[in-house]
Structure formats: C-alpha cells, structure tokens
C-alpha cells in the first residue's frame, strides 16, 4: 500500500505543478481561519480523495481541505489524514518549500507517511522503523545522524520571530540554524541535515501526520514539551500542541 500511497502523491505533485507553473494569476482565496487557498489545494485534494478510496475503501479521510464533522470521526481509530498542499504560503511566495503530505493514523499513532516535494521531485516515505528518500531516480534508506557541535536546529520560515522559539534558541547553546517551509522539517531531521525541530506557533494535526511518520521510522522522536509523544487521536479540535522533533 506505501508504494501506491506513493504514487498518487506524485499524482497530486502534478497537478500543483500544473498551476505552479501556469502563467496564469493565482487566484488566491481564505478560510474562516485566515489561511490561504487556491486551485492547485483543490485539485490535488481531489486526486487523493479518489486515490485513497480507490487504495483503501474502508478507511475514512482525514483532508485538511473537507475535514470531516466532530460527530463523524470521534470513533475513529484508523484513518487516512491528508494535507493536500502543506506550505500553502511558500507555494505563493514560489520558492519549492511545499508538500504533499499523507499519512495513515492507526490508534493515534502515524504508523505510514508520504512527503512528497513537486517542484523538487523528492519524495520522503516511511512505515514501521523504515525510512526512504528517493531523489534523482535513486531511493535510499534514511536515518537520523548521531549528533556533533554544532547540532543543526530547523526552525518554520513563517515562525522565525516567534519570541518564545528565539527564548529557547537562546538557551540552547551552540547551534546553527535551517530554515525551510511546510513538513519538510520533519523530512530534514529523518534525513540527518537537522538534528532537532521545535515548534512553539500553531499547527494542525495535518501539518504534521505524515512528517511524524517518516521522521520516527528514521528513528527520530516527536514529543510535546511535556515529553509525551505527539498523538493524533480524534479530538473535536484539529490543533496540536507545541513539539520537538528530535535525535535525543
């Protein structure tokens, strides 16, 4: 099932690709939360919604862009949870920093997540304690790499003057510091170019499902600030709590 799950983010990188490169306006409309949205969420949301079903019938979706009633999926145990677009906000400022992100929630743990970056052509999975990237027709194995002074710290281009994650940078000694949009920040500390990701500012559960999933399966760690590991049992609100991402 990864290897399809796979194969229809692709199928959703095309189509955003289609508007990305299209010289065209971007229409640009907001929800009710203020966040941005355009042709190109629609059109890949509606390409995985078809695929899943295809893939996988009995098990309901999670879409950032149809999230389901309260009522609907508080009895959840296993579902598909999808951003179709994460990095709407990089996608507009057209530097490459977005994704496709899908995930598969099993008693509130990400047990199988697909990353995928269109206008890089990268695609990040990984399932059970297995991580891949596959770049440049090759696909390879990923893990977190131990940690050496000084570690690389991966922060949100849109967190960067967040006053509570520079009163943490602060403390935390000697660092370097990557800045990268969307759920590639997870990608970044599976893959061993980061070492640690905090996050302070706000984030839904879909920003993060399918980032979690690589990252633990290359061995990282994704904890609240209390420690506990970052869950995605169904609950009425879709926000998560602030978390790190982590080799230690």
């Not at 980061?194 to 399966?217: C, E, K, M, S």
């Not at 609240?224 to 602030?242: A, H, Q």
């Amino acid at each position: 099932m990864l290897q399809q799950v796979c194969q229809l983010a692709r199928e959703a990188g095309a189509a955003i690709m289609e508007v990305y490169l299209s010289e065209q306006p971007l229409q640009i409309e907001h929800k009710m939360d203020n966040s941005p949205v355009t042709a190109a969420d629609i059109a890949a949301h509606k390409i995985i919604k078809a695929g899943l079903l295809r893939i996988a019938p009995d098990i309901p979706l999670l879409s950032e862009e149809d999230p389901p009633i309260w009522e609907e999926r508080q009895s959840w145990q296993r579902y598909w949870l999808v951003d179709p677009l994460d990095g709407t906000k990089e996608f507009i400022r057209r530097n490459g920093e977005f994704t496709v992100n899908i995930a598969l929630i099993e008693d509130g743990i990400p047990v199988m997540g697909v990353v995928y970056v269109p206008a890089q052509n990268i695609l990040y999975s990984g399932q059970g304690r297995q991580a891949w990237k596959e770049a440049n027709g090759q696909t390879l194995p990923i893990k977190v790499v131990p940690a050496t002074l000084p570690i690389v710290v991966v922060v949100s281009r849109s967190q960067r003057d967040d006053e509570e994650l520079n009163d943490y940078l602060a403390q935390l000694g000697v660092h370097d510091i990557l800045s990268v949009g969307s759920s590639l920040k997870f990608c970044m500390v599976a893959e061993g170019k980061a070492q640690l990701y905090p996050r302070f500012g706000p984030t839904n559960i879909w920003d993060t499902g399918a980032g979690h999933a690589v990252a633990i399966a290359a061995g990282a760690h994704v904890t609240d600030w209390e420690g506990k590991t970052l869950n995605y049992f169904p609950r009425e609100s879709f926000l998560n709590p602030g978390f790190r991402v982590s080799i230690f």
